[in-house]
């Protein structure tokens, strides 16, 4: 298409990349904790193993394919890990033992790792600078859709059939979605269509700062470069504490509010508060964030996302707990 710049159609299709990858993955994860316990008499402690594998094994997985999606392109990574993905999220219905368990969130990890987030920002951060806030808001929009959709979708699909229902179903709408999107709509950089970041906007006349800026943004990093710079370091740290507590969180958060709030759907029903105020805070947000000071926005963030945490754990109060919920996930999109 010509009538819009053809970024804006690869952040929509980098959303629905999102919506069922990380949908199924990251927001899937809660709904499935207890009726694993439950089925198979397996405590917390164990089940929650599964989760720490599928997180931990795809940092790692994400690190080492890094390198060759900037070298090589992430489209063989993304339908290679996309069918990976779908068939483990099948698999998770069908495991009886705890080391299936985790061996399936083992290769779900290695799939998620190769297929999803790295990709997908791989992708935006070449096809925009000046926009990037914004392009990136829309595309992990589709994180929070999963959230808003797939969460109470699962919780239902458990209610009728349990799990040798619902995984089949989510791990099959990886594959629907995901395939279609990644060989019909993707391409890794605007070069290949002719195009330039942003579309070229901005490239008329310009100031030397505004000049610089694109210089520093456009410069090409080895990871040892990076590695030597406080900021690396800075960001690194940062985010790894605040993204285990997140999802720490946000892993155990059904089973934690079950009983305060009655039920298992109530509970799930959450996750889509949390994902919908994701989506509010992020579409709002994107809009002005190119344009202030993100790093005291995200310290912001940081506090408000922490004291929601402390405040939800520590209070027995039904409609505090919702709202509490909201403002959670009003922070939990604009982090990443």
């Given amino acids: 298409p010509r009538k ?32 694993l316990k439950e089925e198979h008499g397996w405590s917390t402690t164990q089940v929650s193993w599964a989760p720490a594998i599928y997180f931990f094994v795809s940092g790692l997985a994400s690190a080492v394919v890094g390198p060759y999606i900037d070298r090589y392109g992430p489209t063989r990574f993304m339908l290679i890990g996309t069918v990976v993905n779908g068939i483990s999220a099948a698999f998770i ?43 990136m808001s829309i595309s992990s929009t589709g994180v929070s859709v999963g959230g808003v959709v797939l969460a109470p979708v699962a919780s239902r699909l458990i209610d009728a059939g349990g799990l040798e229902l619902a995984t089949p179903v989510l791990g099959a709408l990886v594959l629907v979605v995901a395939l279609p999107v990644i060989l019909g709509v993707v391409v890794f950089d605007p070069g290949e269509m002719g ?56 892993v155990h958060q059904v089973t934690f509010l079950e009983d305060r709030l009655g039920s298992r759907s109530a509970a799930a029903f959450t996750l889509s508060v949390t ?55 009003l922070t939990i999109g604009n982090i990443y």
């Fill in 4 to 35: 819009w710049f053809y970024g804006w159609y690869i952040a929509i299709a980098c959303a629905c990349l999102m919506f069922v990858g990380v949908g199924v993955g990251y927001y899937g994860l809660p709904i499935f904790l207890k009726p």
């Fill in 195 to 250: 195009l330039r970041p942003d579309g070229g906007e901005g490239d008329g006349p310009e100031t030397a700062a505004s000049r610089q800026a694109m210089a520093v943004q456009t410069r090409v990093w080895t990871r040892g470069e990076a590695m030597r710079t406080a900021g690396f370091w800075g960001i690194l740290v940062a985010f790894l504490l605040v993204l285990i507590a997140q999802t720490g969180y946000v």
């Fill in 93 to 135: 219905g069908l495991v009886d033992q705890l080391w299936q368990l985790y061996f399936v969130y083992f290769v779900f990890a290695l799939a998620f790792g190769t297929s999803s987030s790295i990709a997908v920002n791989a992708i935006m951060t070449r096809w925009f600078v000046r926009k990037r806030a914004l392009a």
């Fill in 275 to 329: 994902a919908l105020g994701s989506i509010i805070a992020r579409l709002a947000v994107g809009v002005f964030a190119d344009g202030v000071d993100r790093r005291l926005l995200t310290v912001i963030l940081f506090v408000v996302q922490g004291t929601c945490i402390l405040l939800i754990i520590h209070t027995e109060n039904v409609a505090a707990t919702w709202a509490l919920t909201l403002v959670f996930g």
